[in-house]
């Protein structure tokens, strides 16, 4: 079956560590998203990448990076300069990101928790 | 900017209600492209519908409906015969395409509780 994976589900780190979310697509989709949930929030855009080795930031990139070195994979590094780093990450991947605006799928989500 | 407006933060109803959660938008584009999730407990998004500004027509698809007026910049969701299952986070979104790439923009979402 075509999805979206993300692992772990829960991720635990302690404050000043670097940690890095996954996210594979079997879907064949071009692109690819990061998004952050709050409690009681939106999404919020982190990164989102078009094309293999090519990614844009977000509305919120500060203290992220990623990298898109494969098209099924697009994983996110949550850095020590992230402030408040312990929300819910969801992962998307869409056919494409172009002026049709497909839907975008979504993965099951890493809850990360950082003490 | 695009902007994506939940007013209703929770509705409780019980089984078998009708119920409408709202959405208003903001955007300057004549292209654009609306859309609504479901997120349940688990966590995982799932896409529900996806319409685009020159489409007018509402949509049913079993117990769902939906409302799209652009004269109100509205978008509106009706849940018809609510059943628990459908207890969930349901979301809003907006996608311009003025600039050649789209990116969503999220409501706040509404916390639907449907109680047996």
């Known amino acids: 079956d075509g999805g979206i994976t993300q692992s772990p589900k829960y991720l635990f780190r302690k404050e000043g560590q670097n940690v890095t979310l996954s996210c594979e697509q079997n879907?064949?989709?071009?692109?690819m998203y990061w998004y952050r949930q709050d409690p009681g929030q939106g999404l919020r855009l982190i990164y989102y990448?078009?094309?293999?080795?090519?990614?844009q930031k977000g509305d919120i990139a500060e203290g992220y990076s990623v990298s898109r070195e494969k098209k099924e994979s697009f994983p996110l590094t949550v850095t020590s300069a992230q402030k408040n780093p312990t929300a819910f990450y969801l992962c998307?991947?869409?056919?494409?990101?172009?002026?049709?605006?497909?839907?975008?799928?979504f993965g099951p989500g890493t809850r990360l928790t950082v003490t | 900017a695009q902007k994506v407006t939940q007013a209703q933060t929770e509705i409780s109803v019980v089984e078998k209600e009708d119920v409408t959660l709202d959405c208003v938008y903001e955007?300057?584009?004549?292209?654009?492209?609306l859309f609504w999730y479901k997120q349940p407990p688990s966590g995982e998004l799932v896409f529900l519908i996806r319409?685009?500004?020159?489409?007018?027509q509402n949509e049913i698809s079993g117990r769902y409906s939906w409302n799209f007026q652009k004269s109100t910049s509205s978008f509106n969701f009706t849940i018809t015969a609510s059943q628990v299952v459908d207890s969930a986070v349901y979301f809003c979104?907006?996608?311009?395409?003025?600039?050649?790439?789209?990116?969503?923009?999220f409501g706040k979402g509404t916390m639907l509780l449907v109680s047996p």
């Open positions: 998307a991947s869409s056919i494409d990101l172009d002026y049709n605006s497909y839907e975008q799928y």
């Open positions: 879907l064949n989709h071009d692109a």
């Open positions: 990448s078009q094309i293999v080795n090519d990614f």
């Open positions: 955007t300057r584009d004549t292209t654009y492209y």
């Open positions: 319409r685009n500004s020159f489409d007018e």
């Open positions: 979104a907006l996608s311009e395409s003025g600039s050649g790439y789209s990116t969503l923009t």
